[in-house]
């Protein structure tokens, strides 16, 4: 409905309406915090946000301007199984649009291919995303820094025993400078595929990086209004967060 | 039968004391060379071991029961030290037994970190447990919530006589269904005060996305909270209420009042002592929180509240129970190992209940986390510093004439502490 310029409601440069996958499932280390990030940094930016809950039976809304999506238990994962098949064709389509989507961990990796657990047990994913992922023994948990050509150093925390390989349809989100990332042997963090990007890190991830916030807001912005005016946020909490983050041991 | 290893042990406490070494390492030193020697000694004792563990509140329960049992008349035997994992248990053993490796107690009432149960009570069944709570905690050590709850059952099974059981809490009340031989007893809410004990499943719940459910239906409990005020609780159990004056402070810690008021009942009633109520209750109104769970320390004449805060439910629990209204705030947030360093946690916590008043000084290792967290819920700073000394100075000068209350992780409290004995006369109040 919203054309290009502003929306009637106070000034607003418009509405834009973010998706939350399987909050009551899929929510665990702080991913809220992703969903929060975008709440507030719409408004900064002179938006207005709309934060949709979608879980496990919702009628899955019209209209999608973002998705984002957390970790969650391995319960968690069998709970949302089968709605999130009964929703791969929807989210398909919409990735292949180009809309943007936020994954981290569990559903990073339910976005790919599958995930085959210890035992050989297979958990379809809805292949999205170009990747497949193998449970380990191993945790794979702390701090971690990536270097990344989009978004420069992303920091986050990382607590997984999937390991996530990559296929020839995605690139890696960035490279790991500390800690583990998709998996213990090629250096490599996340999954960059058209406007999704996808993670390992909690943390949450968006508050300290809030280079992959905007780069998701403007894509919505782009995609609905055909242009980006971006705000004044202050980020200066989040530069010396950034700075501390760093410097501290895996 | 003579044990040799005990007063090698003894031995090597001493000297360990000498070097200024930890207190868990002659308790290392007696595993190593006698396994046998905490079973055989806390298994013969009249009332056997009570173990209680838990995500939030431990410390605090234990010292509860203790004193409970105490005004029974029993001796006890605890692990005072806050050791508590194995070896801990082990060391404070040494320090109390005799040269032949006997120990003068009744009963022994151990704290034990989950992951660290689960070896104790596979050496040493209790006769008794009391599971608290599951939440999210340091999930960095354990990896999930659930595996903690298995944690949990894992101590339940080893249970040789009772199991006191969280009802309000899903995942240690389903607990029971997987008991075959042992008595369950629970402690209870009343139904008005459950709103103020979120459990994680609804941690992120909006309205109109209820959490699974319980269970079908909920068990009698033996010991119910009804009520709590300004330093008061009612009690429900045995077909009465009884209200009793309270010390302790924040709602929590009064819930746990129910808890360890369950467990010993269940250790008095069968025993050579027998639970009287009245004296139960008069103790239980002069337990005093245990070091830094909402302790209150009195600085330029005015009360300073330390809460601690080490998980997301335990900082809404806080937050709640010690409302912001008129008094100074800080907080302090560190991120070492004993605290757990991830912090995606701050990020499940809502803070709009310090929107009015904002937050005057931020520390700790991670306070720009901190603070970008309070950003983001729209709440004033006053200041940030990652030193805590510095940050502590200014936040007690600039709130001069105020109540001030700090919410801080584990080292960051123990900073603070250090901290206050320096620059004022800390005087423990309640
Ligand atoms: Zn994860």
Redesign the interface.
Known sequence: MSQAGVDPVNGSKGTIRVVQLY??DM???????NA??LQ?RLRWHGYTPELL?Y?VGDPFPDTVDIIVGGGG???GQLVIQDDLQARAATLKDLAEDGAPMLVICGLYQLFGHFFKTRTGAVIPGIGVLDVETHGTDE?L???VKVSTPEFGEVLG?E?H?GQTRLGSGVRPLGSVAKGTGNNSSDGHEGARYRNVVASYL???LL??NPAIADFLIRTAAERKFGTFEPGHP?DR??E??R???AR??R | MFSFSVPLGKLVRRASRLRGGGSAFPGLVVEKIDPGFMRRTLTTLPHGVAVVSGTNGKTTTTKMVVELLESQGLKVFTNRTGSNFTRGVAAALLGEVDWRGRLDADVAVLELDEAHAVHFVNSVPPRYCLLLNVL?DQ??RF????KTAQLLQHIAAKTTGTVVLNREDPRVARIAATLTGQEVKYFGLDDSLLGTFPND?D????PG?P?PAALPEKPAADVVLRKVGADSAEFEYDGGTVTTGMKLRGVYNIFNAAAALTLARSICGGGAATADHATLLEALSKVEPAFGRGESLTVDGQPLDLVLVKN?SGFRLGLKSFPAGGYATMIAIN?NYADG????????VEFDSLRAGGVDQVTG?????M???L??DDVRIGA?D?EIAPALAAFIREAQGKPKRVFCTYTAMLGIRRELSKITTVEVVS
């Not at chain 1, 929510?27 to 915090?33: K, P, V």
Request: proline share 5%; net charge negative; hydrophobic share 30%.
């Open positions: 909050p009551r929510n665990i280390y702080g991913d809220w915090g929060l990030v507030q809950e879980n238990q391995d319960s945790r948990i702390g701090n925390y607590n025993s909690h943390g949450s508050p300290k202050d909490f989040a010396l967060a700075e501390h983050a501290r041991p | 999210r999930l960095d990896g999930e919530i659930d499943d941690m992120r719940a909006a996305s959490a997301p991120d360093r991830d912090m995606s946690w701050l990020w499940d290792s991670r306070a720009y986390d603070a970008l967290r950003q983001y940030v990652t």
